[in-house]
């Protein structure tokens, strides 16, 4: 068997202990959070229930509401560009960039800007582009990307960061957090002045009223969105709602599953550049709207997800995701949600790998606040995987698997064959090597059973018979 | 109860595990019941489906459909083999109309053991004594695809002289996954790892599960290690209870 980029990644996660540390302690806490937070809630079954129904309606009628929201933008203002791909999305940026001679740009998270590579992308043409999340900041000076959805740094600890800032700062930094904190304001406080342009993300956007919505923690997005004098929202297609009032549900879920917050500490909404009676925000906002391949998602077996609401609650509980990290999964979204969508968006050809990363545990389903079936999905690609390119020696294995399983007298005979074959490895009862692939990576670290003396097929007449 | 109740040890108790479905047809029996074993039955097609392969699964499913055509209940000693047959026979039947109708009517007569104990019988404690520190692995089948969480936890604890212990991060997957015990086998490893840890933190005698498989890949680890701690069916802790 060859080992893939897949597998090379896996292995070096799971040999970084540190990674994997800070993984278990940092997902150990959020998944904490999330279940004592969802506790207020009264019916947490039915805010899910009604969160599925918002989203799969908004989704159902995506282009009716996108155009909605386009009017309503420019009506308050607002210029907004369509890119079908990544390409076409960072020229509509550094167009915009490039309009207004921008040298500076401040981001607050964006994980579409990263579907981009946008920072690559301005920074080859000298402009400097700063992360202002603090997490974001962090791994922007690790050189490294986000390697969860809302805690971009989760694979980072004190000591780390502490390091990190220390090269910055050309002095030694305690690693204590109120002191990187205090760092990491000092430094991007002169950069949010000096910035020509802010680039925000936007959790969700309003159709009704042309209006984009962020959560945030720190405060970094008020001021991304609100000192530069142009702004640029990118968002990705599908994270629009209808109005306000569906806003709601989204408040109370999202922040709840996502760091076991009832309420982030800013919840932050634009509705358009600053008008004239206004004293400060942006001049001017564009708001770039990203397809990327979602709209290939759209009216296919899997347009559920795109009712994702990014709050990385499928993260924290996945048993995979916990023992590798995020890196592992190779693309900008990791976990289960990334294992579906990243084929889905970036082609099942590359990423085949991604939906066996995956024990189909169903917790990812049972955490996620808009109930995708997201274990459903990952079978759903497995079978499209095996439609287009099938292993042939899988394929044959399983095969025999299918006549050997659907006729009692080859079931028999299997069981009979493989007792006498087993022999030679079988010592009390157990395999412990020696047997070909894949049963070989088995027990390269487990015991495997040995087949029992006596099927049950077997014992069944003496047990009758016991009982008359 | 005078209905036709009739077991589906499944593919691994039949093979590896026989002993599982004889407690739970002892137990069964216990009850009253009268239990016979449909000798046309062999796999439910899981390790297939799981790996995206779904004409080999219907070929395999088919013959379980067949092979209790003619039962009131069926009790399965797996919570997965169950959660199989209620959550994606349909999917794998969705385009043949004669045998979903079969399989809707299957999973609607289809139980796993402790399910059936508690939800159909009202039966929590079948009077056993056994004096033993037990800790118990959730498997994500049962808790999770088949919402039984507390059937299985009711029918040890009221077993006379046991001590339960919960299991540390008991909502955590062992890592076996079927194939992806052996495709993912790093991953599926170290998810193995931090399951033994935990259960061995208990300090528990015997490590109980629902689920045949899981117990297959947990009590693999387990003894790789060289830990003695027994693994079994709930059926079969609840059977030596009564056999003394």
Redesign the interface.
Same mark, same amino acid.
């Given at each position: 068997m060859t080992k893939s980029d897949f597998h090379d990644r896996v292995s070096e996660a799971l040999q970084d202990d540190f990674l994997r540390g800070a993984v278990k302690r940092a997902t150990n806490r959020l998944r904490t959070g999330r279940v004592n937070q969802l506790k207020t809630l009264v019916d947490f079954q039915e805010w899910r229930e009604r969160a599925q129904a918002i989203r799969s309606h908004t989704i159902l009628h995506l282009d009716q509401y996108l155009e909605t929201f386009t009017n309503k933008v420019e009506e308050n203002g607002g210029n907004v560009h369509w890119a079908l791909t990544a390409e076409e999305a960072v020229a509509h940026i550094h167009r915009i960039c490039k309009d207004k001679s921008a040298k500076s740009v401040v981001k607050s998270k964006s994980m579409v800007s990263e579907e981009l590579h946008l920072n690559h992308h301005l920074e080859k043409d000298d402009i400097e582009v700063v992360e202002t999340d603090l997490g974001e900041y962090i791994i922007q000076l690790a050189n490294q990307t986000p390697s969860h959805i809302i805690v971009p740094a989760i694979h980072h600890t004190r000591e780390s960061v502490s390091d990190l800032f220390s090269e910055v700062a050309g002095e030694r930094l305690p690693a204590e957090t109120p002191a990187l904190t205090a760092f990491a304001r000092k430094v991007l406080r002169q950069k949010f002045l000096d910035a020509e342009v802010g680039i925000t993300g936007c959790n969700f956007a309003i159709a009704e009223t042309g209006s984009v919505v962020l959560f945030t923690n720190e405060g970094n997005g008020r001021m991304v969105n609100s000192l530069p004098d142009t702004q640029i929202v990118i968002m990705g297609m599908e994270r629009i709602l209808p109005s306000f009032i569906e806003l709601d549900t989204m408040l109370n879920l999202l922040p709840r599953s996502a760091t076991g917050q009832k309420i982030t500490t800013y919840v932050s909404v634009l509705n358009g550049p600053r008008k004239q009676n206004e004293a400060d925000g942006a001049k001017e906002l564009h708001v770039v709207i990203v397809d990327n391949g979602r709209s290939r998602i759209l009216g296919s077996k899997y347009q559920e997800v795109l009712n994702c609401i990014r709050c990385g609650s499928c993260l924290n509980v996945c048993p995979v995701y916990r023992q590798i990290g995020g890196h592992a999964y190779g693309w900008v979204y990791p976990g289960p949600i990334g294992a579906v969508i990243t084929p889905l968006l970036d082609g099942l050809e590359k990423w085949g790998e991604l939906p066996y990363a995956s024990s189909l545990c169903a917790a990812c389903w049972d955490a996620c606040p808009v109930k995708i079936p997201l274990h459903e999905k990952l079978l759903e690609l497995r079978k499209d995987k095996v439609k287009y390119s099938g292993n042939a020696a899988e394929k044959m294995a399983f095969g025999m698997y299918a006549r050997a399983f659907s006729s009692q007298t080859q079931y028999a005979l299997l069981k009979k064959v493989g007792r006498k074959a087993q022999i030679p490895w079988v010592r009390d009862g157990k395999i412990r090597g020696g047997l070909p692939a894949p049963i070989s990576e088995w027990t390269k670290t487990r015991d495997f059973p040995a087949l029992a003396k006596k099927s049950f097929h077997e014992r069944w007449r003496e047990l009758k018979r016991g009982d008359n | 109860m005078s209905k036709k109740v009739s077991l589906f @040890?499944t593919?691994v @108790?039949?093979?590896?595990?026989?002993q599982a @479905?004889?407690s739970a047809?002892r137990l069964l029996?216990r009850q009253g019941l009268r239990v016979d074993?449909p000798?046309?039955q062999? $796999?439910c !097609?899981q390790?297939?489906?799981?790996?995206?392969?779904?004409?080999?699964?219907a070929?395999?499913a088919?013959?379980l459909l067949y092979a209790f055509e003619d039962t009131d209940y069926v009790i399965s000693p797996s919570g997965s083999c169950t959660a199989m047959v209620r959550d994606?026979y349909p999917?794998l039947f969705k385009n043949d109309p004669k045998h979903l109708a079969m399989a809707k009517d299957f999973a609607s007569r289809l139980y796993e053991f402790s399910e059936f104990f508690v939800k159909v019988l009202g039966v929590k404690n079948v009077g056993a004594k056994y004096k033993a520190k037990v800790t118990y692995h959730h498997s994500?089948?049962m808790s999770?695809?088949l919402r039984v969480k507390d059937a299985p936890i009711d029918l040890i604890t009221n077993i006379e002289g046991i001590e339960y212990i919960e299991l540390p991060e008991n909502?955590? $997957?062992c890592?076996? !996954? !079927?194939?992806?015990?052996?495709?993912?086998?790093?991953?599926?490893? @170290?998810?193995?790892n931090?399951k033994i840890e935990n259960v061995m933190s208990t300090g528990a005698d015997i490590l109980v599960g629902s689920d045949l498989s899981c117990l297959?890949?947990i009590? !693999?680890?387990l003894?790789?290690k060289g830990y003695k701690i027994e693994t079994m069916h709930v059926a079969e802790l609840l059977d030596r209870g009564l056999r003394g």
């Open positions: - | @040890a593919c @108790a039949d093979m590896f595990f026989p @479905a004889e047809y029996r074993f000798k046309d062999i $796999c !097609g390790p297939s489906f799981n790996s995206g392969y779904v004409d080999e699964s070929k395999v088919k013959e994606n999917i994500c089948h999770r695809l909502q955590d $997957c890592g076996f !996954g !079927g194939t992806f015990s052996v495709k993912m086998a790093d991953i599926s490893n @170290a998810m193995l931090e297959m890949n009590s !693999g680890g003894s790789r």
